[in-house]
């Protein structure tokens, strides 16, 4: 088992020495990238709208019931409190997290079925490096529009916990605006949480590509690689947020 | 013409291909036949670069395959088009892009050439009116046109069919066989057919080889195989109720 984890890392890092090189035609690669950002980013908006709404509501909740028996601690505490779990953690972790489901199972399955089908041993044989052809406007795509989505999520995350702070009397409206505001540094909160992002749409392009990249059999494999490469992603995601948490906040 | 000298191949334990000779002939079809398991997909696959050999060499024309330099591999994959067995078209490109990729991909026409490439192609292989439709909304024996039509798109010197009328009814089957050969008559390239179909063979069997648990048993034309005295071959070929009862008739 050991053997074959790090014959699946040598296996990864060879891959992506064939991903990360120059497209053969720039244009066919815009093209593919275009493709990519609809179907890996602007496809995924709806579930992070969602998720991000509900999840800020549920901090605030969560918060306020913790903090709210103490008289001594302001209203505004809470949106304070609720603001430091969402930038740093709920919406750039969380958020990876279901795109790790959301996009790793169709970067794994469809990659894993154009293997199966022989799609790409008919790129290889016409002479296309199929896996920079396939996987790096994969990649490209959410390393660009990840941050994208992570930054609306944390807005949406914000205003929903304003609105359930306040729909609940909780905590008004504007106080959770002032909270929100509290000593709130710009830089260090937007910059943990963006680095994070980016290397958490990294794992789970390249991850998930491995997956379904390297699927041999039929129909069946293609499924177990799907699910390999959500729960390959998620738990590279859970390491890489140990390290990165470990490595910015406590440095 | 491409040769294969010596060719020897295992996987692990399992010894596939046990020292194979073959001369494949341009303006010729090719055939390699033999039962499933017999080594023909590996051969296939040895010849074109996606196996390495353990031992033995391919040549395509003066140039032998594993001494080539990265680039002049990458340049002779562009004269190779290639026919799977599954038709391996794009499913997410029409049928007009599926054949208009290789162009996109290495040629340096114009726009207004690889319209006019793309449509001389389609109705090379009577594929007229289909350039919008996708693969998974067209018939088996129309994805197998689209296939060839994608392999020719470059003009290449080498066409390579895995199985190209499994899965089709005899009459599809046989119109596909005929395009194989008439293309490569055509055109001068050098096509090797991988197939089991004795209807192929009769059919479009310039030079057929016979393969038996990874080595080359015999090799003729199609006129020769009905008449073939070896044992292997006699058991392959008459095998079928059918072709019993043609060896009955011509020894008649």
């Known amino acids: 088992m050991i053997t ?216 069946v494999e293609v499924g177990v690689a799907s699910t390999n490469a959500v729960v390959r992603s998620c738990l590279a995601i859970i390491l890489a947020n140990y390290l990165l948490t470990d490595l910015i906040l406590t440095s | 013409m491409i040769q294969a000298k010596g060719i020897v191949k295992s996987f692990g334990e399992n010894h596939v291909l046990k020292g194979v000779d073959v001369d494949f002939y341009p303006g010729k079809t090719n055939l390699i036949i033999g039962r499933s398991g017999s080594g023909k997909t590996v051969f296939l696959k040895t010849i074109l670069g996606l196996f390495e050999p353990d031992s033995g060499s391919i040549h395509y024309g003066d140039e032998v395959l594993g001494e080539m330099s990265k680039q002049r591999r990458k340049t002779l994959r562009q004269e190779i088009g290639m026919v799977f067995q599954g038709g391996a078209l794009f499913d997410s490109m029409s049928v007009a892009e599926n054949i208009r990729f290789p162009l996109e991909m290495f040629s340096s026409m114009t726009e207004h050439e690889k319209d006019a490439r793309v449509k001389f192609v389609m109705d090379r292989v009577r594929l007229e009116g289909a350039d919008e439709l996708f693969p998974s909304e067209i018939s088996g024996g129309m994805q197998k046109r689209v296939s060839i039509a994608r392999a020719i798109s470059m003009n290449p010197n080498y066409l390579f069919c895995d199985e190209p009328n499994s899965g089709l009814d005899p009459e599809t089957a046989i119109v596909i066989d005929q395009l194989i050969q008439e293309i490569t008559h055509e055109f001068g390239m050098t096509t090797i057919v991988n197939t089991h179909d004795m209807n192929s063979v009769l059919e479009i069997g310039d030079h057929v080889v016979f393969m038996k648990e990874g080595h080359k048993v015999w090799e003729g034309t199609n006129d020769q195989v009905l008449g073939s005295t070896n044992a292997d071959v006699e058991d392959y070929v008459f095998k079928s109720k059918l072709f019993k009862q043609v060896r009955t008739a011509l020894r008649k």
């Open chain 1, 4 to 219: 074959n984890f790090f014959e699946g890392i040598g296996a990864y890092a060879l891959l992506m020495t064939k991903v990360f090189r120059r497209p053969d035609r720039w244009k066919l690669f815009y093209r593919a990238l275009v493709k990519e950002i609809q179907l890996l980013g602007l496809d995924s908006i709806g579930i992070v709208v969602i998720l991000s709404v509900f999840m800020g509501g549920v901090v605030t909740i969560q918060t306020a019931f913790q903090l709210s028996d103490d008289p001594l601690i302001p209203t505004y505490y809470i949106a304070m409190a609720t603001r430091e779990s969402i930038t740093l953690e709920f919406s750039p972790t969380v958020v990876s997290l279901i795109l790790a489901g959301k996009v790793g199972s169709n970067v794994a399955s469809s990659l894993g079925t154009m293997r199966v089908s022989e799609q790409i041993d008919a790129l290889e044989v016409m002479g296309v490096n199929s896996a920079s052809f396939l996987i790096l406007p994969k990649i490209v795509a959410q390393l660009i529009f990840n941050p994208i989505l992570i930054i609306m999520s944390l807005f949406l995350g914000l205003w929903g916990g304003a609105m359930a702070g306040d729909l609940l009397g909780l905590v008004p409206f504007e106080e959770s605006v002032m909270g929100y505001r509290l000593e709130f540094i710009p830089f260090e909160n937007a910059f943990y949480a963006l680095i994070k992002t980016i290397v958490f749409a990294f794992i789970i392009g390249s991850v998930s590509a491995y997956s379904g990249y390297t699927v041999k059999g039929g129909a």
